[in-house]
């Protein structure tokens, strides 16, 4: 018994003697990780902020610089319109007349449309003169009725003469001569186209050629329709003026003057006359020589009231 008792203590000393077998945990240090100094924090949200700063001035200095070509580009268009108008002014003054007026001497005498009222296309060609030559001829019809009786009737007919005598302008347009003839072949209203510069008033502004060379009435008169120089307004620019897409550039420059007045004969007729100044290829090219300025003059006998 005593023998198994002392075997039993050699196996507990044995049992609590430390072990040989060093620990992990006393052998090998983990590295702890590096904590971020404070300077080294503070430096990396300056940096932040920094590279945010800078694209933000580079984004407002796009813009402005954006806003500012904007800004170049409009100063031209003022100054394009600006030039091209003093422009039409010096060369509507050399090229008209030596002084500062038109002289009558230097206009073109339109056909005197009043007296071709009531008579036929052929009586209107020799009364025009000028190599009058018919280029085109239409039908005026009518329908009347309803569903199997409906009928088309011939009421009238237009016809366009070209006064090949005239002078043509720069671009080739001839002067001519518009008809409205009824059933009986009879002229109810007739018509005179040509451009500004062939009827002698050379390259003038639209607000010129109304205000200063009154040139509606001018040729109202020469129609045969007595209108008084200096009667006729300037309307307002939104009446006559259109803008191209840029809202500053003028691209047209249009409108229809009207009025009645008593011929030589004393019937009282109705005129209009459109004023017409195309700037669109002008603006292209840059040279004011390329808008195109077009005067359209219409007489119809006025009907009596009854």
Excluded at 131 to 156: H, M, N, Y
Excluded at 172 to 184: H, K, M, Q, R
Excluded at 239 to 252: E, F, H, L, M, S
Aim: aromatic share 6%; charged share 25%; hydrophobic share 35%.
């Amino acid at each position: 018994m005593a023998k198994h008792a002392k075997h039993a203590r050699v196996d507990d000393a044995e049992l609590t003697q430390p072990s040989d077998t060093p620990d992990a945990s006393e052998n090998f240090d983990i590295p702890a990780k590096p904590e971020v100094s404070v300077h080294h924090k503070k430096s990396r949200r300056m940096r932040i902020v920094l590279i945010v700063v800078t694209l933000v001035l580079v984004a407002l200095m796009a813009a402005l610089g954006y806003f500012a070509w904007m800004l170049v580009n409009e100063a031209n268009d003022v100054a394009y319109q600006s030039a091209t108008q003093a422009s039409q002014n010096e060369k509507a003054d050399e090229g008209v007349v030596n002084d500062a007026n038109t002289s009558a001497s230097a206009l073109k005498e339109t056909p005197e449309l009043v007296e071709l009222i009531g008579k036929t296309e052929e009586e209107a060609i020799d009364a025009i003169g000028r190599g009058a030559t018919e280029t085109s001829s239409k039908e005026i019809t009518q329908e009347t009725g309803e569903g199997e009786e409906k009928t088309t009737e011939v009421v009238g007919h237009t016809v366009t003469l070209a006064l090949t005598d005239e002078t043509t302008d720069a671009r080739g347009n001839t002067p001519s001569v518009y008809l409205t003839l009824d059933a009986d072949g009879l002229i109810t209203e007739a018509g005179y186209s040509a451009s500004v510069s062939s009827l002698g008033y050379g390259e003038v502004s639209f607000v010129d050629a109304v205000n200063e060379q009154h040139i509606v009435e001018n040729l109202v008169t020469m129609a045969g329709v007595a209108v008084q120089k200096g009667s006729i307004d300037m309307p307002s620019v939104d009446d006559y003026r259109t803008y191209a897409d840029d809202g500053t550039t003028i691209a047209q420059e249009q409108y229809t003057f009207t009025g009645t007045g008593a011929g030589d004969d004393g019937s009282e007729y109705s005129w209009s006359c459109k004023l017409s100044y195309d700037y669109s290829s002008a603006n292209v090219s840059g040279n004011l020589s390329d808008t195109i300025r077009q005067v359209y003059l219409y007489i119809d006998a006025v009907e009596p009231a009854e």
